[in-house]
């Protein structure tokens, strides 16, 4: 049942390629440079007339919510707000009918994110729900509904349903950006290259498994660890950051990495290693900024000795120079280099997870469905 693999996490960690492919087959189209959607109870003249999206969901879920945000913003030029579920639903949000609610949730039974979906209908707003389990709660009751084909997901920590989650929401990107005639069919031509090129990518990221299975054994008796990212790879700092801390019970935290001189620089000396998320898109000045800002981060981090593991677009050289240790992903563009870095930080937990002893599928005080507040 496991494939071959230890656990289930290190196996659904191998099936991104495929989740992801699943995730676009029939949904985009090079030919029409269209995205299509399965249809919604959404009329087009709401598709058309949005003015704003909120989006709620819980832990993992939240992450990929944040780099939709980047994400609808950037292609679909759309106001976002992201909330967790639990919070939205006892805060009185501003919603009205030009306000697009969309709900993530693997397991569409999420307690708070059912709840919040709820309070987004009784208040008048289209809902739209990116889960991965069709037939439950959030696929029943929303407007709209995009499944992740990430196929079961067994282990507590979500893996390749996040990776599939971005994916999704870069759909809805897509499509939102279309409606609103922001993005030309040429526009749409080139996202969907792109994305089609995910999977081949994802696949020799997960070549690095055996360099971060060695790289476990300098990191697993740390008792801190720190996470950094700019821009989209902010939220996988943040994933990475809960992906360890919750399998390996080693106490993590994910920071922007402008935030460092506002507090978290205290926390640096030569024990605790520090994570940076650094992929760089050629040709994207936005990208190329954010790349060169987190540099002098990781400059500043050796500096007070902290010892650094990056995660860089391949050929990186400058970094390398700087960092202890170096993990490579494919050149992509910015926002699908988030789905890549996470890979190896996915990996990176699970298997200092694995030396410590931990129980990795079922990590104590989890359960897989948080089906109570
Ligand atoms: C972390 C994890 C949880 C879930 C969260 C939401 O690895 O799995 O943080 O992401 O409980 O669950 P869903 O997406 O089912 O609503």
Redesign the pocket.
């Known amino acids: 049942e496991k494939g071959g693999f230890k656990h289930f996490m290190l196996k659904e960690i191998h099936e991104q390629p495929r989740a992801i492919r699943e995730t676009l087959a029939g949904r985009v189209s090079l030919d029409d440079g269209r995205v299509y959607l399965d249809p919604t109870k959404i009329p087009d003249s709401a598709w058309e007339g949005f003015r704003r999206v909120v989006i709620a969901?819980?832990?993992?879920?939240?992450h990929a919510a944040l780099v939709g945000k980047s994400v609808i913003e950037e292609l679909a030029r759309l106001p976002v707000e992201v909330d967790y579920a639990s919070e939205f639903r006892y805060r009185n949000p501003l919603l009205d009918e030009h306000t697009l609610v969309v709900v993530?949730?693997?397991?569409?039974?999420?307690a708070d994110?059912v709840a919040a979906l709820r309070e987004a209908k009784h208040r008048g707003c289209p809902t739209f729900a990116i889960c991965?389990v069709p037939g439950s709660m959030a696929a029943r009751e929303a407007d709209g509904v995009l499944l992740t084909h990430a196929g079961p997901e067994i282990s507590?920590?979500?893996?390749k349903?996040?990776t599939s989650q971005i994916v999704a929401l870069y759909l809805l990107a897509l499509y939102l950006g279309q409606h609103r005639a922001v993005l030309s069919a040429a526009d749409v031509r080139a996202h969907v290259e792109q994305l089609l090129a995910l999977p081949t990518k994802l696949e020799a990221t997960l070549g690095q498994d055996a360099a971060l299975a060695e790289l476990s054994k300098e990191f697993f008796r740390a008792s801190d660890f720190l996470y950094l990212g700019r821009g989209v790879h902010f939220p996988i700092a943040l994933e990475g950051a809960?992906?360890l801390k919750?399998i390996s019970y080693i106490h993590a935290e994910g920071f922007p990495a402008g935030e460092m001189k506002h507090g978290p620089n205290a926390l640096i000396d030569e024990r605790l290693p520090v994570v940076m998320v650094m992929p760089r898109e050629a040709g994207n000045p936005a990208s190329e900024v954010r790349y060169e800002k987190t540099l002098s981060n990781l400059q500043e981090v050796k500096a007070r000795d902290g010892c650094v593991i990056a995660i860089v677009t391949e050929g990186d050289t400058q970094t390398a120079t700087l960092a202890e240790h170096v993990i490579p992903v494919p050149a992509a563009s910015d926002a699908l280099s988030a789905v890549l870095a996470v890979v190896p930080l996915q990996l990176l937990a699970y298997h200092i997870a694995v030396r410590r002893g931990c129980d990795v599928d079922q990590p104590r005080n989890?359960a897989?469905?948080?089906t109570v507040e």
């Open positions: 969901a819980c832990g993992t879920s939240w993530i949730t693997q397991s569409g039974e999420t994110t991965n507590v920590a979500s893996t349903a996040f809960l992906k919750e989890l897989k469905s948080v």
